[in-house]
Every structure is written in C-alpha cells, then in structure tokens.
C-alpha cells in the first residue's frame, strides 16, 4: 500500500510495508490545479507497483471527496474528488481520511491502543485535530469531528480581530497555526516572516515573537481546556511542525498552569513525530481496504 498525507504546506508519501513506513519522501504542496497534477503524476512514477492508496488529507473529507473547513489552506481543491483521482493515478482502490484524524489514530494504535480517550493536535499550516474515544476514531457524520483549530477563541490575535477562512471570528487557528505567526508577526514587525522566523526570533529574545508565542500557547492551553470540559480526556498528543518545534509544548504546559487543576489535561509530544499521519492512515486504511 502507498500512503500519503496531504497538507497545507508539504505532501509525504512512503510505502506501507507491514506496519511500517518505507522509502519515505517530501514535496511542497503545489500551489494549483496544474502543479498538483504534476506533482500526483510524479508521485505515481516514484511508486509503481502499488495495489492501494490511502491518503491523509487536511480538510474534510467522507473517504472519496475532499472538501475545505477553511478554504484558504488550499483553495484550489474545494469539492474535489481526490479518491477518484488518485484510482486513477494507480489504478487501484484508494481512500482519504482527515490528516489530524489520520494522526490521532496512529498514535492510538502506536501505544498500544491506549489511552481509550486521547485527542491529537497538531499546530501547521492550520491547526487541526483528531479525536479517539472509548477506543474508536470519532470522524463524526461530516467529518467535523475533533477540528479544535475552529473553536472560537476566547484571544483575539496580536495583530486584532481575524475572520477565519472557516467563517467565524478569532478561530484557534486564526492565533496558533504557522500562518497565523506568520501573519501576526509580519504585520507587527513590518516585513515578511514566516513561522521558522518567528521561533528563531524567540529563541534569540525577540519580544514580539515572545509575546506572539506565549498567546498562541495560551490559546491553545483554553481550547484544550475546553476539550478536556467537554470530553474528560486521558491524554493529549501534540504534533504539527509548529507543535513539534523546540519549546512549543513547554510554553503550552506553561499557559496550562493558569487554567484549575481540573482542566489541565495531560499533554506530550506525538510518539510518531512527523509520521502520525502516515501511520495512521496505514493502520486504518488497511483495516478497511486490507494491507498489501
Ligand atoms: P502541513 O501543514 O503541510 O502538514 P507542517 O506540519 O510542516 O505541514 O506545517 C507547516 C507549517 O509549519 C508552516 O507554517 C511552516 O512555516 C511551519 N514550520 C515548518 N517547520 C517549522 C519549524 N522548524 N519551526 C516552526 N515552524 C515550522
Ligand atoms: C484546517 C483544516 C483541517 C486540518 C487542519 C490541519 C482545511 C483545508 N483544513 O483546520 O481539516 O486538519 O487545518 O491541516 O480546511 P494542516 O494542513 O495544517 O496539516
Ligand atoms: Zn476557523
């Protein structure tokens, strides 16, 4: 089997080799319909021999179409029947299943499917998120379900008030995504930076990077909060390059430490690191469409 996960930003794809990843590579995500069939046209020469595909994809999806919570991730591919496309590409069965749902399930099965109720969030390019509980994968009947980055808010932006690509106003992902720091920072320092930028500016003392990173954490500490109010959660992953990055988890146990004991739900790093889309997709699409 051919995994993929399909992101904002980059698309990794590895064979799926008796629960593990082989061969795995990296592209950017293309930025247009005719750069993306390029890129699933190069992708397809890279791996011949596939007899199924699964891919990870950010966005909604019903397992054949891909569909946009916030359409200013990926503009382009708004109702698009990516499952079709990529049967077609390989000639063989294929399915989708949301990038951070994909990523919550791998790191279910990871720890030997424990914990039975543990959320998975990852900070990229926007911030999603994928809920296991009682043991199950919760996608929901749209596909909606555990997507933390459009929870409102209680913060607003350091740069103010933000509609989301979703539609409402100061949405998590408006203040916590690596656009999001992007777009605060170059708004507030008066050139183009990206998230990279805004970390290294942290690690270096810059105030306004210090500060756009301490309200991202505290955002992100409410919205698990919120969660763990909802949802009484065993644990939580965080993954995401954002998630992943030198001192993120710390800044967001910190703000945690704010909240009552009560809500302070517990929070590592996903054991998988960069790789929790992948996995999970393997582990689920091959319950589903088999495993060669
Ligand atoms: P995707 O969203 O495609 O799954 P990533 O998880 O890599 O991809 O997230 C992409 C976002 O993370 C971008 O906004 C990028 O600028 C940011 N990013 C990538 N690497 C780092 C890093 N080392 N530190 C901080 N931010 C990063
Ligand atoms: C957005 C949304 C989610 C996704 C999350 C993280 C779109 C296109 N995506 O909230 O479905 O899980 O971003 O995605 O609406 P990533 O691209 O940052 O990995
Ligand atoms: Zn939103």
């Known amino acids: 089997m051919l995994v993929l996960d399909i992101g904002g930003t980059k698309l990794a794809a590895a064979r799926w080799v008796g629960g593990r990843l082989q061969d795995r590579r990296q592209w950017p995500m293309p930025p247009t319909p005719e750069t993306w069939r390029q890129t699933l046209a190069l992708i397809a020469t890279t791996y011949p021999g596939v007899s199924r595909v699964a891919a990870a994809v ?20 708004d109702g698009y ?4 496309a990529l049967t077609q590409a390989w000639q063989c069965p294929s399915i989708l299943l949301n990038d951070a749902q994909a990523a919550a399930w791998g790191e279910f099965v990871a720890s030997d499917r424990q914990p039975a109720n543990l959320l998975f969030i990852t900070l990229s390019t926007g911030v999603g998120g994928g809920l296991v509980l009682d043991g199950q994968l919760r ?131 996903a054991r998988l690191g960069a790789d929790a889309g992948l996995m999970g997709v393997g582990h689920w699409a091959s319950d589903r469409l088999g495993a060669p």
Request: proline letters at 4%.
């Open 58 to 77: 950010t966005g909604l999806t019903d397992g054949r179409v891909w569909t946009a919570v916030n359409p200013q991730l990926i503009s382009f591919w």
């Open 81 to 84: 029947a990516l499952a079709d």
């Open 139 to 269: 996608s929901g009947i749209s596909g909606l379900a555990g997507h933390i980055g459009h929870v409102s808010s209680g913060l607003a932006p350091l740069d103010g008030d933000t509609r989301c690509g979703c539609g409402r106003l100061n949405c998590l992902e408006t203040l916590a995504s690596g656009t999001a720091l992007a777009r605060q920072a170059s708004r507030l320092l008066g050139r183009p930076l990206d998230a990279e930028s805004v970390f290294a500016g942290w690690h270096a003392g810059d105030p306004v990077c210090r500060r756009l990173l301490e309200r991202a954490a505290q955002a992100v500490a409410q919205a698990l909060g919120d969660a763990h109010a909802l949802l009484d959660l065993d644990e939580v992953r965080l993954g995401g390059s954002v998630g992943l990055a030198p001192g993120m988890i710390d800044a967001v146990r910190q703000a945690q430490q704010a909240l009552p004991a009560r809500f302070r739900v517990a929070l590592s790093l």
